[in-house]
């Protein structure tokens, strides 16, 4: 029974908790959020769902921002930041199949991404995470300066 109310509990905090900051309501943090939890599915590019790199294509095509449906391709578009330079909506790259770029996510600020992964569906996970940290390739940035400031302003 404690198991059960453990378990429901983590979901309700994380389904609860906001993408970001945790008293940021943008335009950015919104379309996040509306999509954790869309279940993973191999080269989903909906919201019925994602692989890693449909997800990403998806939210920054809700802000007229095409991207290829791939991760490796993502790594090509905009340009390098360093990994101290991060900031959400970033795109961040990973390599889990041991043949380079094979994941992508999208940094959401306090050293956290939001990424489909495959067990999981939709999630958000830090960067520190041991699995991803140590998987870690790239970041990309293609939100102008313009546009970052019209994605992650707060709406009031």
């Not at 509990?9 to 994380?14: I, R, T």
């Not at 909506?89 to 495959?118: E, M």
């Amino acid at each position: 029974m404690k198991k059960a109310v453990v378990l429901l509990l983590s979901f309700v905090v994380l389904f609860t908790f906001q993408v970001g900051s945790a008293s940021a309501e943008t335009p950015m943090n919104k379309t996040i959020a509306g999509l954790m939890g869309t279940p993973y599915k191999w080269a989903g590019t909906t919201t019925s769902g994602f692989d890693c790199s449909g997800f990403t294509a998806y939210v920054f095509n809700q802000f007229g921002i095409e991207l290829p449906h791939n991760s490796a391709a993502q790594n090509e578009e905009g340009y390098w930041v360093s990994q101290d330079d991060l900031r959400a909506g970033d795109l961040v790259f990973f390599n889990t199949s041991g043949k380079g770029i094979s994941h992508v996510g999208i940094y959401v600020g306090d050293g956290y991404f939001v990424h489909s992964a495959t067990d999981k569906g939709v999630i958000k996970t830090a960067l520190s995470d041991s699995y991803y940290k140590k998987r870690y390739v790239s970041a990309r940035r293609v939100l102008w300066d313009e546009l970052y400031t019209q994605l992650t302003t707060d709406v009031q």
